[in-house]
Each structure stands twice: as structure tokens, then as C-alpha cells.
């Protein structure tokens, strides 16, 4: 029951967190901002709309936004929230959910490409760069966090880790955390891998592959997207704060944490750059070195 | 073991058949098609009964070649390679029929069907066979009967140059295996493989070593893989499928069995499987981004997907050789369900590739582009191919690289031993597969989706019932073997239990409960995508849509020139690892006010071929030409040759 219950509340406060790291930004950048709840108003109105097709495209580009959004339902459903099992868990539901999410960038890229434009196309370009960077890095972390728990499932990995982890292997830990976070950046697309503001599309990299979605489609993409920050700030919550016997006080707690994750965002956005796109790849490796440096460390402990 | 000899007996009758039927294409290919079909029908159920039962059946008849015996064996690993044998080439038979049919007037067809079933024939002798001769006239008929298809186009000067560096590898592996299998022979005497036994000390690395080489050859395991991307485009697309799907895996196969002789082994040699296959698994999918011909990339990402079967090998060696049951059984059973796999999906992306060269008279990504408007069918089966080459749910591809996956982290949990090869084996798998999924966007995007980007394929249409129905039946198993995998659990036990004693039990102990949720969550995610449909469905039903041009950033006119091409969509990826590829690009000289017309052209190398193979081949000719005393043409000169050997050969019998 409980394992449900999260599960709902994961579906019901996902479109939250978007909202926070925009008032977060609006606050650095001395402005009132949009409301927190503003994405539930733009997925209930896009709901209703009448989508436009472009000629060109095909049932790939139909298709791609509810399966991809079923990809990530899949996903959500086997991450854990708060110490308690989540709705879905096995040894190794690590490599289902880094595949799921595989999955649902390879749905959004194939109707990028389905659409014929220049500018969508160079999107699902550089989207599929990015991930040959991030993924291995997601994977290194997965490896470590295995290796520091002895468990393949993410229910295991995040029943065990306590306080007492923290406090013997505090600089995996923190180099995971840091590592984590750039790969939450880069595939969330937020600043400094993407921009989501940004006002011209060729600079874009999420949001352009997105840019000929309308209506009912442009509601699953946008809830999807909040899913999958839901996600990733679920999963470093789940490292930062250690297990304490569960209940009603933790789950609040729980929840504090992911938001004060998606805070940090806000502030990485207002107080960075976004980097040239060449760079960005860099910056994942980045995360990437921090991943290895991090499995280093606990292999030798 | 009497269906699978019949299955061998129709396939060797049809293919004489079919030869003496030249005359008449129709009749070759009646007799091609019912035996490719009859003996896939007959062997099936054989090597799943061996399969499901886990016990080999043997058959040995006198045979009055010397040294050699007409052993047959048909144990559960011939039988789990045997599966896949019959039922690619059994479904490439069916699609070869609507496939060849522009081919028969010019009398092509009839003599190709009769290699194809050779083919067929011999690979099934090859995974039969339990005595070296009786092996070696199988591998050898099979490099024959595969080299002729590759020269099917032998008009073309490509396919003359793919077909000779084809046969020189050929030859050049075979004279391997001879010399790994006289060396297992020597201390019993008998080359039956049931009499081998283990060489001691260095001998039984040298054999291994051997044996890796001229199997590798096979393969095509990097960086033995410079004749795959060469000859696989050359043959026609249904013998191309069966080449990637299946011969190649007689390499992984014959490996497998020498290992079987070989045991126990050193650590090194795990680890040298490993190492090749993380290198094979990274330059193959890197390559075949870096590709602009459809087939050619698909004969790169078969170098990948052979990488990876050896990474899941090399984890099951170091497994075994550290006495880690569950390693050994993990990392086994993963290169083997994953070898099965590659058989149904990268058959069925040949076809698919087939298909459009089929309609539209050209593989070039550059000049293609939506086809999905035109061959709709077509283009469903190759999305499902790309799904599951690429791993992603609910599809096949999935399981095996899981069961890998599995195997690495065992690895790296075992122990501070083995940790750093488990760490190496889930780079390599997590970073072939992100490149995968690029490699293959890249693919499918560029045929089907989009506008056309030349005139060129304007014509293109879904291909006849007889390609369809192959297409759509391997898209089926492809999906069927991905939702239903642990019905795969025992036969593929009983295959493990076959190479790598014990693994059987451990493998069931390990992965039944993994594999059941995994496929209980794809069933989960069939459920949520009908859900998600259900729901567009839903709030779409009383609205309908608009339609209207791309939203090209405000330009309301844009044209098919102004897409994303192939190369482009690949190039931030070929540009970050151009120290490895090497691609070269030729751009134009842009000179004066008012240039008038230029051209850019990039060509993605054959970088192991040109800097390592070609100039020791120029060397090696170099060195033959100083023999050229020896070589007269005359054939008195020849036989005089033979003659001697002969009388040599007795006199040191003597």
C-alpha cells in the first residue's frame, strides 16, 4: 500500500519542482516570477488544445510522446522514495531504469528527426552526444553506490545506506553526490549543459527537439520532463539524507531534501553561464572522472 | 539427430537442385525456398528437443578418410547455435524468394540458391561435427559457399575486392584452426574431439592463442574484422543477414568448444576476451557511426555485437578461473542469449536494409529520407530492429546485455580480484550502448523519417508478401523473445552446462528472478504504453488536428536540402573521437567573390585495413615475388611439385 502510495505522490508533485527552480531564478533575478503551480495550470490547458501536425511527420512523431512518457512512468515506478521499497524492485532494476530512460531520449529524438527541420534535427544531434557522455557516468555511479551497499536494486542501495556510511565513506559519497548532480543537470537539460529560456532555437538542445509538439503531446513531454527531474533529485536525496527508521516525519523530510536539490538547481542557473557547447562535454566528463575517482576511493577502502 | 541429418540431406539434394535447374529460375528457386524451409521445419524441433532435454545425442559411421570419422554430435550448445541457424536461414530463404526475383533473368539467381543452401548445409555440418576433419570440410565449405554469394555482384569492382580479402581471410584462418588442431591432436593421436585432451603447459596457451586468431577471424572481433564491413554489403541482403546473424557466431561457437578442451584456464585468457571485447564492442559502434552506406553500418555494428558477446565471455572465463560459479554462469549465459539474439534482430535490420535497396535502388543514408510514408510496413520492422539492438525495452536486446550487466556487477562485487574487470565491462557495455542508441537514431531517422533528400527514392514502395512475412515474423521473435525471456532461462542452462560445466544450476539460482521481473516489468511498460495511448486517445477523440508545414523557426518553406543529414547528425560524436576514426573530409577551395559550384565529401576509413593489413600485405607480396622461380603457370611443374611432397611425405613415414 505504501509503495503505492508514493508512487502517487511521485505522479501528483513531479510538476512541483519545475516550478521551484523558477521561482528560485526569478528570486536571484529580483522578480516576482510565475506561480509555483504553474505547470499543473499549462498541463491542464495543453490537455484541452487541439494539436497541430506538421505535414511531414509520420505515427513516429505521434506516438513518441506518450510512449516516451510511459518509459518514464516505468522508471518512476521502480525508484524508492524515503528508505521504502518503491512499486517495482529487483536485483539489478539499475539497468532497467537507465534503459528505460534510454528509451524514452530515443523516442524524442526519433520524432525530432521525423519533423524534417534543420534545427531539430541538430537538437537530437547533440541530445544523443550528450548521453554517450552521461550515461557512462550515471553507470559509475550506480557501480559505486553498488559497491558501497553490496546491493543491485535501488530498494537495497538506499535501505542501506546510513548515517554510518556517511560517516566512513564520506568522500565517495560526496564525490557521488557532485557527480550526480552535473548528470541531473545535463539530462534534465538545465543550465549550464542547456538552456530552457533561451530565446533562440539554435542554441537549444531539449527544447528545440520539442518545438513541433503541440497540444496533448506537448503535456506529455513537459509532465515527462518534470518526472525525470523528479527522478534524478530523488535519487540524490536519497544518498544525501541517511535512512532513520522511516515514517510520516522522514517522508517530509525526504521531500524537503528533493526540493532544497532542485533549489541548488535554481541557483546553479542564476549563478552560472551556460557553457559553449563545446564545452559541455567536458563537463561531463567531468562528472565522469568524479564517478571513477568516487569507485576508486571505495574499492580501495 | 535423424530430423537434423535429414534437414542436412534436403539441404545438400535441393542445393544440388537448384544448380541443375539453372535453366529454368522459377524451378531453382522452388527448390531453394522448400529446402532452406524443409529443413529449417525438420531441424527446429530436433535442437529444441536437445535443447529442452539437455542431452546430446551422438551418431558415429565409419568414414574411410584417413584420420577422419563421421561423428556426429548434437549436444546443447550445437543445439542453441543450431536454433538460430535454421530459423534466420529458413525465414532469409522465404524473403530471398521475393529478393531475387529482378535477378533471374540473368541467370544469377539458380546458383546462388544452391550456395545459399550449401551455406546453410555446411554450417550445420560445422555445429555437428565432433571429429577436426569432418569440422575443417565443414568451415572450409562454408568460407567456399559464403565467398561465391559475396561475389554474387562480381561484376562490380567493390564486390571482386570484398570477395578476394574475404578468401584471404578465409584461407588464412583455416590454416589456424588446422595448426590448433593438430596441436590438440597430438598427444592422444585421434583428431575425434571427444579423444582431445589438455596440452600442458605453454602448449595450451599456444593453442589457445591459435584457436582466438582463426576463430577471431570468423567473428570478426576487432581488430580481426577488416574483411566483415567489406563483404557482408556485398552479398545480397538475405545471404547478408544470415552471414551477420549466424556465420559469424561459428566463431564464437568453435571458441567456445575449444575452450571446452582447453580447461582449466589461466586468468589471462578471460581478460584477454575481455580486453578484445570492450575494444571490439567501442571501435565497432564507433565505426558504424561514422558510416554513410546502411549495410556497411550494419556490418560495423556487428563488430560491436560481437564485443559484447566476448565481453560476457571473457567475465564467464575469469568467473571459472577464479572459481566463482556466479560469475561464470552469468557472464556465459549472457554472450550466449545475446549471440542468439543478434541473430534475430540484426537479421532483420539486413532485411529491412534489403528492402529499401530493394525499392529504392540505393543504401546511401545521405540520399534517402522519409520512407516511412512510403513503406510503412518496412519501416515498423526496422524501428523494432533498432529497439532491440540498441537494448531498449520491451525488446530482446534487453535481456541478453542485462544477464551482462549482471555478470559485470557480480564482478564487482566478488572482490577486490576481479572488481577492476567488472568496472572495465560496464564501461565498455554502458558506453557501446549510449553510442548504440546514436548510431541507430542516426540509422532509422535518415531513411524513414524526415523528407526524401534526393529524388532517388521517389519510387520506393514496401516490398512483396514473401520479404514482409520474413521481416514480420523476425520483428515478432524479436519481441516475443523479449517479453517471454525466462522461457529462454532452460534452454539456455542446459547450452551453459554444455560449455561451462555447473553453470546451469548457478545461472538458474542467480537469474531466474531477475530475468522474471524483467520481463514482468516490460509487460508493465506494454501496460503503460497502452495506457498512454489510451489516454492521447482519449483526450484527442472529440478534437481532431491541424495540419500545417514544419515549424522551421518562422521560415514557412522548408525544403527536404535544409534537413539534418546523416553525417551531420553523427558529426559532433565522429569530430569528439576523430583521433580514433580518422575520417577524412575533403573541403572545397572557396575562392573569389561569386564562387561558382563547389563539393565536400567526408569518407569514413577503413583505418585497421589501410594502416595495418594493406602494407603488411604489400610486404608479404613483396617477399612472394622473390619465390616467383617457383611459379611457372606450367602445370607438368605442378604436378612435379605435388609428386615430390608426396614421395617426401612417405619416405618420412617410412
Same mark, same amino acid.
Given at each position: ?301 | ?427 565498455? =557495455?554502458? *558506453?557501446?550502448? @549510449? %553510442? +548504440?542508441?546514436? &548510431? ?5 531517422? /535518415?531513411? !524513414? $523519417?524526415?523528407? #526524401? ?14 520479404? =514482409?512475412? *520474413?521481416?514480420? @515474423? %523476425? +520483428?515478432?521473435? &524479436? ?5 517471454? /525471456?525466462? !522461457? $529462454?532461462?532452460? #534452454? ?14 548457478? =545461472?538458474? *539460482?542467480?537469474? @531466474? %528472478? ?141
Amino acid at each position: 500500500m505504501r509503495p503505492a502510495l508514493h508512487f502517487l505522490a511521485a505522479l501528483l508533485l513531479a510538476p512541483l519542482l519545475p516550478g521551484v527552480i523558477n521561482r528560485v531564478k526569478a528570486f536571484f533575478g529580483g522578480r516576482r516570477g510565475q506561480p509555483l503551480l504553474q505547470l499543473y495550470y499549462d498541463l491542464f490547458k495543453l490537455a484541452g488544445k487541439t494539436p497541430v501536425y506538421s505535414r511531414t511527420t509520420t505515427w513516429v512523431f505521434r506516438a513518441s510522446p506518450a510512449a516516451g512518457l510511459a518509459a518514464l512512468l516505468a522508471a518512476a515506478a521502480a525508484l524508492p522514495f524515503a528508505g521504502a521499497g518503491p512499486l517495482f524492485g529487483f536485483e539489478g532494476d539499475l539497468v532497467l531504469v537507465v534503459y528505460l530512460l534510454g528509451l524514452a531520449r530515443f523516442l524524442t529524438v526519433l520524432a525530432a528527426l521525423d519533423t524534417g527541420s534543420a534545427f531539430e534535427g541538430m537538437g537530437a544531434s547533440r541530445e544523443m552526444q550528450f548521453a554517450v557522455f552521461a550515461e557512462p557516468a550515471f553507470f559509475l555511479c550506480l557501480a559505486a553506490l553498488a559497491h558501497i551497499t553490496g546491493s543491485l536494486s535501488f530498494s537495497g542501495i538506499f535501505a542501506a545506506l546510513t548515517g554510518d556510511t556517511w560517516r566512513t565513506a564520506a568522500p565517495v559519497l560526496a564525490l557521488l553526490t557532485a557527480s550526480l548532480f552535473i548528470v541531473l543537470l545535463a539530462e534534465n537539460s538545465r543550465v549550464p549543459a542547456d538552456d530552457p529560456n533561451t530565446h533562440l532555437e539554435l542554441t537549444m538542445i531539449h527544447e528545440v527537439m520539442v518545438l513541433d509538439h503541440s497540444g496533448p503531446d506537448l503535456a506529455c513531454i513537459l509532465y515527462g520532463a518534470a518526472l525525470k527531474l523528479w527522478l534524478f533529485s530523488s535519487l540524490i536525496a536519497g544518498m544525501l539524507l541517511p535512512r532513520a527508521g522511516g515514517g510520516a516525519y522522514e517522508g517530509a523530510l525526504y521531500l524537503g531534501v528533493m526540493l532544497g536539490v532542485t533549489g541548488a538547481v535554481g541557483v546553479t542557473e542564476s549563478a552560472m553561464a551556460r557553457l559553449r557547447l563545446l564545452k559541455v562535454p567536458y563537463m561531463l566528463i567531468t562528472a565522469f572522472a568524479f564517478a571513477a575517482l568516487a569507485l576508486i576511493f571505495q574499492l580501495g577502502r | 539427430m535423424p530430423l537434423v541429418l535429414f534437414s542436412l540431406a534436403l539441404l545438400l539434394v535441393s542445393s544440388a537442385l537448384s544448380l541443375s535447374f539453372s535453366g529454368s529460375p522459377a524451378r531453382a528457386r522452388a527448390f531453394g525456398v522448400i529446402g532452406a524451409v524443409g529443413a529449417a521445419l525438420a531441424g527446429l524441433p530436433a535442437a529444441a528437443g536437445v535443447l529442452f532435454s539437455g542431452r546430446a545425442e551422438t551418431l558415429s559411421l565409419p568414414w574411410p578418410v584417413p584420420m577422419g570419422s563421421l561423428s556426429l554430435s548434437l549436444d546443447p550448445l550445437a543445439a542453441f547455435f543450431l536454433v538460430p541457424l535454421f530459423l534466420l536461414t529458413g525465414l532469409a530463404a522465404v524473403y530471398g524468394a521475393g529478393y531475387m526475383e529482378r535477378y533471374e533473368a540473368s541467370g544469377r539467381a539458380a546458383p546462388a540458391w544452391a550456395q545459399f543452401n550449401l551455406l546453410t548445409a555446411s554450417m550445420a555440418l560445422v555445429l555437428l561435427a565432433a571429429n577436426a576433419v569432418l569440422f575443417m570440410t565443414g568451415w572450409e565449405l562454408m568460407a567456399l559457399s559464403s565467398f561465391l554469394l559475396v561475389l554474387f555482384e562480381g561484376e562490380k569492382k567493390q564486390a571482386r575486392r570484398a570477395g578476394f580479402i574475404y578468401l584471404a581471410v578465409g584461407a588464412g584462418g583455416a590454416l589456424l584452426l588446422l595448426a590448433a588442431f593438430g596441436l590438440l591432436a597430438a598427444p592422444s593421436g585421434s583428431l575425434d574431439f571427444s579423444s582431445f585432451l589438455r596440452p600442458t603447459g605453454a602448449r595450451a596457451a599456444a593453442v589457445f592463442l591459435i584457436a582466438l586468431t582463426g576463430f577471431g577471424l570468423k567473428a570478426g572481433f576487432m581488430p580481426l574484422h577488416v574483411w566483415l564491413p567489406e563483404a557482408h554489403p556485398a552479398a545480397p541482403s538475405h545471404v547478408s543477414a544470415v552471414m551477420s546473424g549466424v556465420m559469424i557466431k561459428m566463431g564464437v561457437y568453435g571458441l567456445l568448444r575449444t575452450l571446452g578442451f582447453l580447461a582449466p584456464w589461466p586468468e589471462w585468457w578471460g581478460a584477454l576476451v575481455l580486453v578484445l571485447g570492450a575494444v571490439s564492442a567501442l571501435g565497432g559502434v564507433l565505426f558504424a557511426l561514422a558510416q554513410h552506406d546502411l549495410k556497411r553500418l550494419l556490418a560495423y555494428s556487428s563488430i560491436e555485437n560481437i564485443g559484447i558477446i566476448l565481453l560476457g565471455l571473457g567475465l564467464g572465463m575469469i568467473g571459472l578461473s577464479r572459481g566463482s560459479a556466479a560469475l561464470a554462469a552469468l557472464g556465459l549465459a549472457g554472450a550466449l542469449l545475446h549471440a542468439f539474439n543478434h541473430s534475430l534482430f540484426k537479421g532483420l535490420l539486413f532485411m529491412g536494409a534489403g528492402a529499401v535497396i530493394h525499392s529504392a535502388g540505393l543504401g546511401e543514408l545521405e540520399a534517402l529520407g522519409g520512407l516511412s510514408k512510403k513503406m510503412p510496413r518496412t519501416s515498423a520492422c526496422f524501428l523494432a530492429g533498432s529497439a532491440s539492438i540498441t537494448a531498449l525495452p520491451p525488446f530482446n536486446g534487453f535481456v541478453g546485455e542485462f544477464l551482462i550487466y549482471l555478470a559485470a556487477f557480480r564482478a564487482l562485487l566478488d572482490g577486490r580480484a576481479t572488481a577492476h574487470w567488472g568496472a572495465a565491462a560496464l564501461l565498455a =557495455l554502458a *558506453a557501446a550502448g @549510449a %553510442l +548504440a542508441g546514436g &548510431c541507430f537514431a542516426k540509422a532509422f531517422g /535518415s531513411v !524513414f $523519417l524526415g523528407e #526524401p533528400r534526393s529524388t532517388k527514392c521517389s519510387a520506393a514502395h514496401d516490398p512483396g508478401a514473401p520479404m =514482409l512475412a *520474413a521481416m514480420y @515474423a %523476425l +520483428a515478432a521473435a &524479436c519481441l516475443a523473445a523479449g517479453l517471454l /525471456s525466462p !522461457f $529462454l532461462l532452460l #534452454p539456455l542452462a542446459n547450452a551453459a552446462d554444455a560449455a561451462f560445466p555447473g553453470a546451469g544450476a548457478a =545461472l538458474y *539460482a542467480l537469474a @531466474a %528472478l531477475p530475468v522474471a521481473f524483467v520481463s514482468a516489468g516490460f509487460s508493465a511498460l506494454c501496460g503503460l504504453l497502452a495506457l498512454a495511448a489510451a489516454l492521447r486517445a482519449w483526450l484527442m477523440c472529440r478534437r481532431g488536428y491541424a495540419e500545417g508545414p514544419t515549424w522551421d523557426c518562422g521560415y514557412a518553406r522548408p525544403t527536404a536540402r535544409m534537413q539534418y543529414g546523416a553525417s551531420s547528425f553523427s558529426q559532433p560524436l565522429t569530430d569528439f573521437f576523430q583521433p580514433l576514426l580518422r575520417s577524412l573530409g575533403r573541403e572545397p577551395e572557396i575562392r573569389g567573390y561569386f564562387p561558382s559550384g563547389a563539393s565536400f565529401s567526408t569518407e569514413a576509413q577503413a583505418l585497421v585495413y589501410n594502416k595495418i593489413y594493406s602494407p603488411a600485405a604489400h610486404r608479404v607480396r613483396e617477399l612472394a615475388y622473390r619465390f616467383t622461380w617457383l611459379q611457372h603457370g606450367r602445370l607438368q611443374i605442378y604436378i612435379l611439385y605435388i609428386v615430390l611432397t608426396l614421395l617426401a611425405l612417405l619416405l618420412w613415414k617410412l
